[in-house]
DNA sequence: TACCCTATTGGACTAAGGTCCAATTTACAC
DNA sequence: GTGTAAATTGGACCTTAGTCCAATAGGGTA
């Protein structure tokens, strides 16, 4: 059982507006962090021990929301972002959803609407966070596979038979049997099905013939 | 060998926006139908012939782009969305947005931008095509299975062994022996591989044990 | 009632997958 | 040079999967 606290972080250089929002979020239940500009944030160790939301100001001294989103966007972390803004306009908002946000809420707002919007941030973090880890621990046991193996792997998971295999690799049936049955093991799956499912989760794609 | 010609739909009260908008995107080579209404729109029968978009006026008379938009999510169409606007504001671009809009444009507008905006939504759509026609394939098969042998199916994608299902269906493993037979000869496939490839696809799941 | 579809099973095989033990070869690191 | 990991193969066996032919039984329709 792994703890899953959810978290809220705030990024807005005006003092007066984190704290108003510190409030709100944490009478809505959430754990919150402020920082008072992009730079702080990017300066925080990165959060594992939840899904996490980032509410931003689109526009800060220094590096603006809308870069902090692109930053975010390479490092890859499941937080997602909320944007607010005093003075934002439609091509503003339209980049910052193309780019994933789960909303940009002009000022003012009603605080229903970004409770809401954060629940759903949340969720969505919670989904990616969970797909990524699911995708770690999958790649874990690839990384176990030699060459040849995952080779075979590959020729496994697109359905051919042992012989057909054995023919694209210029080996005999025995030798794929060996490294399938290393495959399987490896990967700690029973049956092809799964292998498959586990294949396709995280990208390994069968060779095309 | 399949015909796919992209058509680009306008819908636009303002009947100089309309041609001004015509003219132009013809010139990009790309076929183009009129509509000066979203009722008007939604009286043409589907185009079926390959990917399409709408370039959508935000406010119209009658039925909004919006309200078109929210009909067209109900009616599966692969018909990609670009909004454009002369009074528009930020609500109403995020909320284009999270409905699916490829783009939401402020007038005036680059010609450059719309039709990058056009590319970008014939891919779209031509995208969600060619993913909705596979499925209908797979389903007309899934189709032609008896209630037994999809059952089955969705056994034997969970990757349980013969005898693992006879013992779920209360039958012989002989029995499960022929359904599985009549399952791959009818879903066309030679392997499980694939099987839970195309199950995947049309969002078959296997059962929880 | 006759007919069709579905579901079920048996017999008799054939082919494919998987495992245990053992051995050889090659490449690369210490 | 010795050791280790990877790749390869053989033999012997057992388990699964898949197929052809044949047969029975129940439900529903023309």
């Given at each position: 059982m792994k703890i899953s606290i959810p978290i809220v972080f705030i990024a807005d250089d005006d003092s007066s507006v984190r704290k108003g929002l510190e409030r709100l979020i944490k009478s809505a239940e959430f754990k919150v962090e402020t920082f008072a500009s992009a730079e702080e944030f990017l300066q925080r160790?990165?959060?594992?021990?939840g899904p996490s939301c980032l509410v931003l100001d689109v526009r800060m001294p220094g590096l603006s929301g809308i870069d902090l989103q692109k930053e975010l966007i390479q490092k890859d972390t499941s937080t997602s972002i909320i944007f607010i803004t005093g003075h934002g306009n439609i091509p503003m908002s339209v980049e910052a959803m193309k780019n994933g946000a789960v909303d940009f809420l002009p000022k003012p707002f009603d605080e229903k609407e970004l409770l809401s919007a954060i629940i759903r941030a949340i969720e969505k973090s919670d989904h990616i966070r969970k797909n990524d880890d699911e995708r770690a621990k999958i790649n874990c046991r690839v990384n176990t596979l030699t060459p040849r193996e995952y080779e075979c792997l590959r020729w496994v998971i697109s359905g051919m038979l042992n012989k057909q295999i054995a023919s694209k690799l210029g080996v005999t049936e025995k030798t794929v049997k060996v490294h399938r049955g290393r495959v399987m093991h490896k990967m700690q799956t029973a049956s092809v099905a799964e292998l498959v499912r586990l294949a396709q989760k995280c990208g390994i794609t069968p060779p095309k013939k």
């Open positions: 160790k990165p959060y594992r021990s």
